[in-house]
């Protein structure tokens, strides 16, 4: 009985919850996104058609410039045409459907996510997953756009209101947590902050030299109208931090224990290659983006989580001479895994540890 009451009580919250974000983020990017699925298999670097459309637009914007010397005009006049009101923004929407951009579909019965009880998939289930692209070489979700363009501009104009980018990232993270994230998906994306970050770069590379080290602005005021210096380029912002099989979410206690099943079940793909799931540039971009408040989810990488799952096979690759592709270890001065203790035990730990249970930003 007290099961049958917990399990009600979770579809309760789970729906309240859903429904709050629903009415209130309107421009919030509705999809969940897997880079799991199909990682293997090859596809087209989209790199050169995004950057494409993104700089067609600016060129738009800046031919049919009419206004004054207003740079929150043109940071609007970007979002209007590639954002937008809606649960997907309109350049996550053109990729979707555009046959120039390549895509790996994933529906919601072969993601990461299926089988999984709709209280703990609450997004998931009533919109999908997002397409999987490759941008600048990096596998990331289509969503990730959105969040570039949207999310990002919401993170600049918190940085213009307040002077600083530590105030303008508490926000983005109060907003990942209670609105667009964990509170509405159960999943709270780290690498969705980095998308959000990087949009609030480029929105600020637009007038100022250097935001992309050794870069001039995008654009610059001379004569009473803009003039385009440089080019946009994705690559100058998508990174690995962006695919969400290597900067892992963490998840919520509805749906944590579900999710390391899933991934536990994924070894196997794993050990086909492990190199697919090894990041190549970790401490450098924990470093550059050590202050979003990202959480420490490295216990579910499955370069840590598969090593400690089958520590022999670790063993083996590294006598076979294949140790620096087959993973990493876990960080200094951390164990392995929290496998090794009790269930219970690892899941009140590791969530204790990621942060969950935050006061709510003051």
Excluded at 89 to 102: C, F, G, L, Y
Excluded at 108 to 123: E, F, H, K, N
């Amino acid at each position: 009985m007290n099961e049958a009451v917990t399990g009600f009580h979770n579809i309760i919250a789970a729906i309240a919850v859903t429904s709050a974000a629903v009415t209130f983020s309107a421009a919030a990017a509705a999809y969940e996104t897997d880079q799991f699925y199909n990682r293997s298999q090859p596809i087209t670097d989209s790199t050169e058609v995004l950057n494409r459309k993104v700089n067609e637009t600016l060129t738009e914007i800046v031919a049919d410039w009419r206004k004054d010397h207003d740079q929150k005009a043109f940071v609007d006049d970007i979002y209007h045409t590639l954002g937008g009101h809606h649960w997907v923004d309109k350049i996550e929407r053109w990729a979707m459907k555009s046959p120039e951009v390549d895509k790996l579909e994933t529906t919601r019965y072969d993601s990461i996510y299926a089988g999984l009880p709709i209280w703990s998939v609450r997004t998931t289930f009533l919109f999908g997953i997002a397409s999987t692209i490759r941008v600048n070489d990096q596998l990331i979700g289509t969503d990730k756009l959105g969040h570039f363009f949207s999310q990002g501009r919401k993170f600049y104009r918190r940085y213009l209101k307040y002077g600083s980018e530590e105030q303008a990232t508490r926000q983005s993270v109060f907003t990942e947590r209670a609105i667009f994230g964990s509170g509405s998906s159960g999943a709270f994306s780290n690498a969705d902050l980095v998308a959000n970050y990087e949009g609030h770069r480029f929105y600020r590379s637009l007038f100022e030299d250097d935001v992309v080290p050794g870069k001039p602005a995008i654009v610059r005021w001379e004569n009473g109208g803009w003039i385009i210096q440089r080019e946009f380029d994705w690559a100058d912002h998508v990174n690995e931090f962006w695919d969400e099989a290597l900067n892992i979410n963490d998840f919520d206690v509805l749906l944590y224990g579900h999710m390391r099943k899933r991934l536990v079940d994924l070894c196997p793909q794993y050990w086909d290659n492990p190199a697919l799931y090894t990041l190549e540039n970790e401490e450098e971009l924990k470093s550059r983006y050590a202050h979003l408040g990202m959480r420490d989810s490295w216990y579910l990488r499955l370069d840590t989580l598969c090593l400690a799952e089958a520590p022999q096979k670790s063993e083996s690759l590294v006598a076979a001479g294949n140790g620096s592709e087959s993973g990493r270890a876990a960080p200094t001065g951390q164990s392995t895994a929290p496998e090794e203790q009790t269930e219970d035990e690892s899941l009140k730990n590791t969530r204790q540890s990621s942060g969950v249970f935050l006061d709510p930003m003051p």
